[in-house]
């Protein structure tokens, strides 16, 4: 099994930063995507970056140019950086990752969501 855990979400000012964290553990080859999907009340989850294992990135509208995803391969952890936060940024934001794991002697990759992070932004 494979245990997706994100932190640094909190309250914060309309035009401040937070950094999320998503650290990735138990029994895994590798990790090849790694995305940030946020939920808010009364709203579909929406996706909101996405990094392959090569290092591309991307954003949805919404967030291109305040936010950045990246990934720290060695510590199966990926981040977050939310610039110029806005009130419509509050939500409960949840990291996902493609995990490449060998099972019954074949390779496999399997999708595992975090239990969230809330993100309140408000003055």
């Known amino acids: 099994q494979v245990q997706l855990v994100e932190s640094g979400g909190g309250l914060v000012q309309p035009g401040g930063s937070l950094r999320l964290s998503c650290a990735a553990s138990?029994?895994?080859?590798?990790?090849?995507?790694m995305r940030w999907y946020r939920q808010a009340p009364g709203k579909q989850r929406e996706l909101v970056a996405t990094?392959?294992?090569?290092?591309?990135?991307s954003y949805s509208d919404s967030v291109k140019g305040r936010f950045t995803i990246s990934r720290d391969n060695a510590k199966n952890t990926g981040y977050l950086q939310m610039n110029s936060l806005e009130p419509e940024d509050t939500a409960i934001y949840y990291c996902?990752?493609?995990?490449?794991?060998?099972?019954?002697?074949?390779?496999?990759?399997?999708?595992?969501w975090g239990q969230g992070t809330q993100v309140t932004v408000s003055s």
């Open positions: 990094m392959r294992s090569g290092g591309s990135a």
């Open positions: 996902n990752a493609d995990v490449i794991q060998t099972d019954r002697g074949g390779t496999f990759e399997y999708r595992y």
């Open positions: 138990g029994s895994f080859s590798s990790i090849n995507v």
